[in-house]
């Protein structure tokens, strides 16, 4: 059974390694190998640490489904910004996304927020379009690598 629970440092292995597989697996469609390589490296101790930063600087929730992190998502309400929701490829399409995103919408107007913006993958594009988001321009997309990918910036109204 999948409980919502806000991310605790020792999930931040678990998040790192289920980004990655996301990323390589849920994303190939859509951007070549490079690409993913450069979006989500390899999980090193570094990007362990990327993910217990984000946790300090964001409101980062998970999707735990009987002590497997099924998925994650983050907002940073002082910028009315949608950072993160990844969930498990065996997860996908079984709904833990969407209550990621109900759960952080939640989170968002408890902080006072009136609207969430986001940058896209060209991969999730119409997951967030099914969640209410509308596309505001396609851009090219600066990665953790460096690199840059297609996206879409997109903004959803919460009120």
């Known amino acids: 059974m999948i409980t ?4 605790i440092p020792d ?3 678990a998040i790192a390694h289920l980004h990655r597989q996301a990323v390589q697996e849920l994303a190939k469609d859509h951007y070549s190998l490079e690409e993913r390589e450069d979006w989500s ?4 101790q570094g990007r362990i640490d ?6 300090k600087e964001a409101i980062m929730i ?4 009987d002590g497997i992190v099924a998925g994650f998502g983050s907002i940073i309400p002082s910028e009315n910004e949608l950072h993160a929701c990844y969930v498990l490829p065996s997860f996908a399409r079984q709904g833990v996304g969407s209550k ?8 968002a107007k408890e902080h006072g927020l009136i609207m ?9 594009e119409a997951f967030y379009k099914a969640k209410g988001f509308s596309v505001v321009q396609y851009r090219r997309y600066t990665t953790n690598g460096g690199g840059q990918i297609d996206s879409v910036d997109m903004i959803k109204n919460l009120s």
Do not use: Q, W, Y
């Open 62 to 65: 998970v999707a735990d489904n």
């Open 50 to 55: 990327k993910f217990l930063n984000e946790m």
């Open 4 to 7: 919502i629970r806000s991310a």
């Open 116 to 124: 969430l913006k986001l940058n896209s993958s060209m991969s999730a």
């Open 11 to 13: 999930d931040a292995e």
């Open 100 to 107: 990621i995103m109900d759960k952080l919408e939640e989170i």
């Open 41 to 44: 490296p390899s999980v090193d």
